[in-house]
């Protein structure tokens, strides 16, 4: 009988160990599925891509980024849920679109102040759109499906061409 209240005893001992360390592992994951915060992704954004592609083959891929002075040109994500989109054409005077943003889990809604209207439509922005955050916050992304773009917000060149395309933007910090 000893023999079997000791082999029980092992074995519920084990149960207890086995229950413990899965339990223990369970902390490590960190709950959801990001484990994002605001502090991983406020911070000064640079454009590593900035472009809309058209629809149409007929007409060009616009590169924005190469029109862009790279030094004047930033996207900066507050604590308090601010940002600030800063840019300069070369040859032109800066530019500034202020606006706010939400996170949840890995994605940020940005919601660029509707007051900047042109300023934003000249770099071929939505007013709102999300980006994806990838890997810890360092880079962030978005493929954005636009509708009825003028082109000539964007540039001149585009004069009387309104599109349906895709805005791809990259950035990193």
Do not use: H, W
């Not at 940002?83 to 202020?98: C, D, T």
């Not at 994605?107 to 102040?113: A, H, K, P, T």
């Not at 880079?139 to 599109?163: H, P």
């Amino acid at each position: 009988m000893n023999a079997l209240l000791s082999k029980s005893r092992m074995v519920l001992c084990g149960l207890v160990l086995l229950a413990t360390t899965i339990s223990l592992s369970a902390c490590d994951s960190g709950g959801d599925d990001s484990g994002l915060t605001i502090d991983d992704i406020v911070g000064t954004y640079t454009f590593s891509q900035l472009s809309f592609n058209p629809e149409a083959a007929a007409i060009m891929d616009a590169n924005v980024l190469d029109t862009l002075v790279a030094a004047q040109t930033s996207f900066r994500l507050f604590e308090d849920g601010s940002l600030n989109l800063n840019y300069q054409f070369q040859n032109g005077s800066p530019a500034f679109v202020p606006g706010s943003f939400t996170l949840n889990d890995d994605e940020i809604r940005v919601d660029l102040d509707d007051s900047f209207g042109n300023q934003r439509r000249a770099i071929l922005l939505p007013d709102e759109f999300t980006l994806q955050v990838v890997g810890t916050g360092s880079q962030l992304q978005a493929d954005i499906d636009r509708n009825g773009v003028n082109m000539a917000d964007f540039s001149d060149f585009y004069s009387g061409v309104t599109t349906n395309g895709t805005l791809v933007i990259r950035l990193r910090r």
